[in-house]
């Protein structure tokens, strides 16, 4: 879907459904040549992909050339307030901009996390020994947005959503049931249990090195807008990996300034 440059808030098809405008730094309603009988009312997908384009053979707007423009000034302000209140107030939070005098910097935005967890058929989460990419870890289980049960292929199919918790939700409930006794005791825990989880927290939060979080997520946001994105190859991937390694090991040198406990800015 399309989201606010930066800030990844969705910006709704029905704007372009109320006659919303796409044009690159020059001015050009560029889905004419993508979709020229359904222009900027094609499917998201097709929107999607015609805007990365214009991102990459440099026709994005912006210093870096990494958005697109969102018109919506041309429409009356009083069908604005009717029809689209919603994102003309997120518009004006979160991109600072008057949708009645000026365009929204918009660029292909993702609204649904895939991957995550890998699980089997029952919800069990796996991980990998060895060459054994399927050992169970006892106990441990997820569905939904935080699993991966490779159902989705490349793209997800939105039905998929209840397939996600209709299916593997009531497989893990179902397994679970089978499994376990009711009256069950836990396991023991140690003394000095959720200590390491205390230290790691700390650790990050009196940290001191010279990179800013703000520098560090900017960098990741990049990395997978450019990689990982609408268009993915081996060697988009590939080069994906190296540089969110790289992200990583940058991490290690992060600076927290705010070290509050409530409501934490960085």
């Avoid at 372009?16 to 040549?33: C, P, Q, S, T, V």
């Avoid at 069908?79 to 689209?84: H, Q």
Wanted: hydrophobic share 35%.
């Amino acid at each position: 879907p399309t989201g606010i440059y930066g800030a990844g808030c969705l910006i709704t098809e029905g704007c372009r459904g109320e006659g919303a405008i796409l044009r690159n730094k020059d001015g050009e309603r560029f889905m004419e040549r993508y979709a020229p009988t359904a222009k900027d009312l094609a499917s998201r997908d097709v929107v999607s992909r015609s805007m990365t384009i214009e991102i990459r053979e440099g026709r994005g707007c912006g210093p870096n050339g990494e958005y697109i423009h969102l018109h919506l000034d041309h429409l009356p302000p009083d069908v604005l307030k009717e029809r689209l209140p919603g994102i003309s107030e997120t518009a004006a939070i979160f991109a600072g901009v008057d949708v009645t005098k000026a365009p929204i910097p918009v660029c292909p935005t993702v609204h649904y996390n895939m991957g995550g967890v890998p699980t089997n058929e029952f919800g069990q989460v796996v991980t990998k020994k060895g060459a054994d990419n399927n050992v169970i870890v006892p106990g441990l289980y997820a569905a939904g947005e935080a699993g991966c049960a490779s159902v989705h292929g490349a793209n997800r199919l939105g039905a998929n959503s209840l397939l996600d918790i209709v299916v593997f939700g009531r497989a893990c409930a179902l397994h679970v049931a089978s499994t376990s006794k009711p009256g069950l005791p836990h396991k023991p825990l140690a003394p000095d249990a959720g200590e390491n989880s205390i230290a790691n927290i700390d650790r990050f939060r009196y940290a001191n090195g010279s990179i800013k979080t703000a520098e560090c997520r900017l960098r990741m946001q990049k990395t997978m807008q450019r990689d990982a994105a609408v268009f993915r190859t081996q060697s988009s991937l590939e080069n994906g990996v190296k540089e969110m390694n790289l992200r990583y090991q940058e991490f290690q040198d992060v600076r927290i300034e705010d070290r509050s406990l409530v409501w934490n800015t960085d």
